[in-house]
C-alpha cells in the first residue's frame, strides 16, 4: 500500500544502502508496473554500489526496463555495453545485447556477440543455429546461412524458421526444387498460424510458377482459400 511505499523510501532517504528496503521497494515497484519508478530506483542503487557484479545487475535490469517496459531501444543498447564493460562475461547482458541487436538489424555487432556467447544463451540449440544462418545471410554469406540452416533442421526437423529460410534462400539460389521442397516443408510447420502460413504459401507459389509448375500452383491457391488440398 502507500504508507509502505512511503516508509521504504523514508529508511532509504536515510540510509541508501539498506539492501533490504531496496529489494522490498523493488518488488513493490514491479506488483504495481511503475516501471519508470523502478528505473529510478535502480539508477539510485548504481551510483552506491562499490560490487561489480552488482553494478552490472543493475545495469542489466535496467536495460531490460528500457527494452522491454519503457520503449527505448536505443537507452538498452547502452546499457547492456555499460554491463558488458563491467563483466564481458555477464551471461544475461550477453545474451540480452545479442537479442537486441539482432531485432534492432544491427548484423555485425549480433554475430559479434552471439560468437561470445556460443551455446550458452537462452535460446535452443536449434533456434540458435537458425539465428546464427539468418545473420549470416544478412551479411552476405550465403554459404555459412545454408549449412547453418541444415544444421538447426537436423537437431530439429520442426524448427519453422530454419525450414523457411532456408526454403527462401535456395530460391534466391536459383535452386527451385530445392526451395519447392524446403517451402513445403515451412509450410506444413505454419498450419496452426494462418499469417505465417500465407506468408510461406505466397513465396512457395511465387516459385511454382518460376518452375512453370502452373497447376501445383493454382491447386496451393486454392487449398489456401479453402484450407483443405484439393
Not at 546464427?132 to 550465403?142: F, S, T, V
Request: hydrophobic share 45%; with cysteine.
Amino acid at each position: 500500500d502507500d504508507a509502505a511505499e512511503e516508509n521504504l523510501r523514508a529508511i532509504l532517504s536515510l540510509d541508501s544502502r539498506d539492501a533490504a528496503s531496496f529489494g522490498n521497494l523493488e518488488r513493490l515497484y514491479r506488483q504495481r508496473s511503475r516501471w519508470r519508478e523502478l528505473r529510478e530506483l535502480c539508477e539510485r542503487r548504481l551510483k552506491i554500489v562499490q560490487d561489480a557484479w552488482e553494478k552490472a545487475t543493475l545495469l542489466y535490469e535496467m536495460a531490460k526496463l528500457d527494452q522491454d517496459k519503457l520503449g527505448d531501444p536505443r537507452r538498452a543498447a547502452e546499457m547492456y555495453r555499460a554491463a558488458l564493460a563491467l563483466d564481458p562475461e555477464f551471461l544475461p547482458a550477453l545474451d540480452g545485447a545479442a537479442a537486441l541487436a539482432f531485432a534492432q538489424g544491427d548484423w555485425a555487432r549480433a554475430r559479434e556477440l552471439y560468437d561470445r556467447l556460443g551455446d550458452r544463451g537462452i535460446l535452443s540449440a536449434d533456434d540458435m543455429l537458425a539465428r546464427r544462418g539468418l545473420i549470416a545471410e544478412r551479411l552476405g554469406d550465403r554459404a555459412q546461412a545454408m549449412r547453418s540452416y541444415e544444421e538447426a533442421l537436423g537437431k530439429n526437423a520442426s524448427n519453422f524458421e530454419a525450414a523457411e529460410a532456408m526454403g527462401r534462400l535456395k530460391a534466391a539460389l536459383g535452386d527451385k526444387e530445392g526451395a519447392i521442397e524446403g517451402l513445403r516443408r515451412a509450410l506444413d510447420l505454419a498450419q496452426a498460424d494462418a499469417e505465417r502460413a500465407g506468408e510461406v504459401a505466397a513465396a512457395l507459389c511465387a516459385v511454382l510458377l518460376g518452375a512453370g509448375r502452373r497447376d501445383e500452383a493454382r491447386a496451393l491457391v486454392e487449398e489456401v482459400r479453402t484450407g483443405h488440398p484439393d
